[in-house]
């Protein structure tokens, strides 16, 4: 059973800044790719960013490039979202989730486990 938990969430000013954290257990963590997905109330799920199973290949949605940063630590079973320069618009709940493959991931599709996610607000 491979269980997923997500932290760091809260409420911040824009132009601020937060670390997501999401700790797995139940899995040979460094095997899979990771990735970070959101949805804002009303819309659909999205998606954020995702790494590869070492961390050598990282790729992220055009709203985030430039701000958010994944990253991860095997020795931890740990993936991180570092977001910088906060936005009204990135407010939302996130989800971290495991993909069914080590390379890097934009589908949701290509993903089989997911956090209860954490919930970001960005005032203005």
């Known amino acids: 059973q491979v269980h997923m938990v997500e932290s760091g969430g809260g409420l911040v000013q824009a132009g601020g800044s937060l670390r997501l954290s999401c700790a797995a257990s139940g899995r040979t963590f460094s095997t899979y790719a990771m990735g970070w997905f959101r949805q804002a109330p009303g819309k659909e799920r999205e998606f954020v960013a995702t790494?590869?199973?070492?961390?050598?290949?990282?790729y992220y949605a055009d709203s985030v490039k430039g701000r958010f940063t994944i990253s991860r630590d095997n020795a931890k079973n740990t993936v991180y979202l570092h977001m910088n320069s906060l936005k009204p618009e990135d407010t939302a709940v996130y989800y971290c989730a495991t993909a069914r493959y080590g390379t890097i991931q934009a589908s949701a599709y290509a993903y089989e486990y997911w956090g209860q996610g954490t919930q970001v607000t960005v005032s203005s």
């Open positions: 790494i590869s199973r070492s961390g050598a290949g990282t």
